[in-house]
């Protein structure tokens, strides 16, 4: 079966690459540069100090690419997503199932709605990574994807399955969105706004009680929607961050990069959701709006 990503930059050449290294075969949909270095190169993966490359995966800039694959990898950003909807209504079969990358909790829905005749599954990331350079991607820790229970059950689950992904089965999906886009909310603006790594932030005085005020605002707005969370969160939190402590947040590198952030999925979400539920979000407003402040317009 043939696995096409959707939209390879960071997260999509990382995984896709994992998936090739796996055994699968791989197709990556992607920027002209990013295409031309994985075709003439191979796909780089740096991790540490040592960038291996990877030759059994193929690249284009062609949705049409998308044709024959029986597993779509949809890994653009929140604002892509429509247009990335569009690539998959068009080229591929009904029925062929989509895993969304995104985070926040409104992308893998808007793709959902926009492809009712596919099998659209929202899938969180819990992995550090960047691109480096045209077609090599930077891994600064973690490689887990969290995924339904229920895809255990499906014809594609075994694709997914091997020794460099680490799998993570959820049973209440709507908990686990919610915990992946608290995570983001307490840590993605931060680390934008200072342009500063999650272990240079830790260095910060007090960046613990901006932290918790983040936490304990989204634990609210969650318990508001009826999602309970579990307050051992703030310790995973945490330990993220010690997994991790190169990385700078996706958000920190939309704004290095000069592009539109997530922002509004992230503390915007839970701004917008405070004032719906009348819990009070002043540390996420200050944090999405101060993140406005410095995004392209
Ligand atoms: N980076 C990380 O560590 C993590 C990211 N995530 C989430 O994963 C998602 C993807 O993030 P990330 O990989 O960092 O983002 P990137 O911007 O690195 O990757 C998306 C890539 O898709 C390209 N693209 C968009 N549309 C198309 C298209 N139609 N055809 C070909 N290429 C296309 C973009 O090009 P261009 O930029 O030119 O538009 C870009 O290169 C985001 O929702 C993010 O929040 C989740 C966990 C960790
Ligand atoms: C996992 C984490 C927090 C990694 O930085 C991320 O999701 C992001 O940067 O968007």
């Known amino acids: 079966m043939k696995i096409a990503v959707l939209g390879a930059g960071a997260v999509g050449c990382f995984f896709g690459g994992l998936l090739a290294e796996q055994g699968q075969s791989v ?8 295409a031309e270095a994985i075709t003439s190169q191979g796909l780089g993966i740096h991790e ?4 291996r490359f990877i030759h059994a995966v193929k690249a284009t800039t062609d949705s049409s690419a998308l044709a024959d694959a029986g597993l779509v990898l949809c890994c653009v950003k929140a604002d892509q997503v429509v247009q990335a909807a569009e690539a998959i209504r068009t080229y591929t079969h009904h029925g062929v199932p989509v895993l969304a990358l995104q985070n926040g909790l409104t992308s893998a829905d808007h793709l959902a709605n926009r492809l009712p005749d596919h099998q659209v599954w929202p899938v969180l990331v819990y992995a550090a990574i960047g691109m480096k350079a045209a077609g090599i991607v930077a891994h600064r820790g973690g490689h887990t994807l969290c995924l339904d229970q229920r895809a255990r059950a499906t014809s594609w689950h075994p694709s997914l399955v091997g020794e460099l992904i680490a ?3 959820s049973d209440d999906m709507t908990a686990a969105r919610w915990r992946k886009l ?9 680390s ?3 342009q500063k790594s999650y272990g240079e932030l830790m260095q910060v005085p007090s960046m613990m009680d901006v932290m918790d005020a983040l936490f304990y605002e989204c634990a609210a707005v969650a318990a ?3 999602v309970a969370i579990d307050p051992g969160l703030r310790d995973d939190i945490l330990h993220i961050v010690r997994t991790m402590p190169e990385q700078y947040s996706s958000t920190a590198q939309d704004i290095a990069r000069g592009r539109v952030t997530e922002i509004e999925e992230f503390n915007g979400f839970i701004m917008q959701k405070g004032r719906e539920h009348q819990v009070p979000t002043p540390v996420n407003t200050t944090l999405y709006t101060l993140t406005k402040a410095i995004e392209v317009p």
Request: some cysteine; overall charge negative.
């Open 27 to 34: 197709i990556l949909i992607t920027r002209p540069a990013h």
């Open 48 to 51: 540490g100090e040592r960038t």
């Open 167 to 169: 799998l993570d089965h």
């Open 182 to 190: 608290i995570v983001n909310c307490v840590l993605n603006a931060l």
């Open 192 to 194: 934008a706004v200072a």
């Open 224 to 226: 508001a929607c009826e």
